[in-house]
């Protein structure tokens, strides 16, 4: 099931990633630099940051054509860090990341949880 999850993570990535119009800003404070990505209708697709040196650094979100964010994670120096949460419909699946590996999986019924 990690495996399942990290690849449908890492797919959803490139793909996202391809032949996008995009805007890119950098910012002298943090010395990194600011992109959106945006879906072919116009609405944002991905938002982040990166290394002067092409590394994803920080947060970033995805959001789907109708402006939903459906995934939110960090990024520390190109590896996945910390909870990812992946927004699918009714549920939320919490992803634990340890240096770009799965630590931990959970998966929670919107529904009938009201603490999301």
């Known amino acids: 099931m990690k ?3 990290l690849s449908l993570a890492f797919l959803v990535t490139v793909v996202s990633f391809g032949q996008q119009k995009r805007d890119l ?3 002298k404070d943090t010395n990194l ?8 209708n116009g609405e944002v697709s991905q938002t ?3 290394t002067t040196d092409g590394k994803l650094q920080g947060e970033w979100l995805s959001f789907n054509e109708e402006g939903k964010k459906t995934v939110s994670g960090n990024y520390d120096n190109g590896k996945k860090v910390g909870k990812w949460f992946y927004y699918t419909g009714e549920t939320v699946k919490e992803v634990d990341y340890n240096a770009n590996e799965i630590a931990s999986l959970k998966e929670t019924n919107v529904k009938n949880d009201k603490g999301l």
């Open 3 to 5: 495996k399942f999850i």
């Open 25 to 27: 800003k950098f910012n």
């Open 33 to 40: 630099i600011e992109v959106t990505y945006y879906h072919d």
């Open 48 to 50: 982040g940051f990166y």
